[in-house]
């Protein structure tokens, strides 16, 4: 599919090796730099330095997140001496090919702009996030079956949000017995959750959340903005788990006083299924890097 071309897979965790074995079979001459050590027989070749990796390469794949909080590659797990920041690796890439990484943060972005870097994030692509609903909602269920002292056949547990994620976490929840309620914004899934045999709050500000606090066992929340409100956190139960799943700014305030315990979960399927989650970075970018191929 991918013609032998060569792509450059710098930095990356446990989930990047499953990207990079999945490119290899599909077809393309993968060289990595800062990649974590393998142990199997790999299918990629190892560039010595960063140059070895970009030289000829028709794209540049970087993992997610790209960069860490001093805007260094991410390679946690790399053996190779690799201190490669934001701003010198898009001086050498330029506009010599398209770049693809994961969770770009808007100063790396306006750097990659600085310097000519057509640069796609691929955290934002809705084929990635309908993919990750999957291993999201199974690390949510392994989180909770963990953390709970009771089974959740027969717990009570709310999902704030219906989209991919908690369309998916519900369904999986329900097979397993739990008692399930979602709160949603829109009448069209408010039905949707009612066929779906879940009980439905209808979410249209704070007072709709108030039954949240009656002692729910696990409330997971999918919701990128701050629903869940002081009043609603200070009413909450000890005994309920409250775990965040959405992405930034998340659905309530990290600062604010919860008596309940809380999980924050970012990233569920590198960190609980890496190989299924670096397949599906791959197959989500395999599009994308037909069409830089072809031009």
Known sequence: MLGRAKIACLGGDARSLSMMRRLAVLGADVHVYGAPRCDEEAWWTEAATLNGALEGSRAAILPMPAFDHNEKLYCPLSEQTTD????ELFARIGGRMPVFGGRISPSVAALADQHGVTLTDYARLDELQIRNAVPTAEGAICLAMQTLDITLDGAHVAILGYGRIGAALSERLRVLGAQVTVAARKERDVTRIQCAHCRAIHLTGEESLM???AGYDAIFNTIPHRVLTPRILEAMPKKTLLMELASAPGGWDADAAIP???IYAPGLPGKYAPKTAGV??????????EEVIKA
């Open 211 to 213: 039954p949240l606090t």
């Open 260 to 262: 309940c315990r809380t």
């Open 84 to 87: 490669v920041c934001a701003y």
């Open 280 to 289: 599906i970075v791959a197959d989500t970018l395999l599009p994308l890097l």
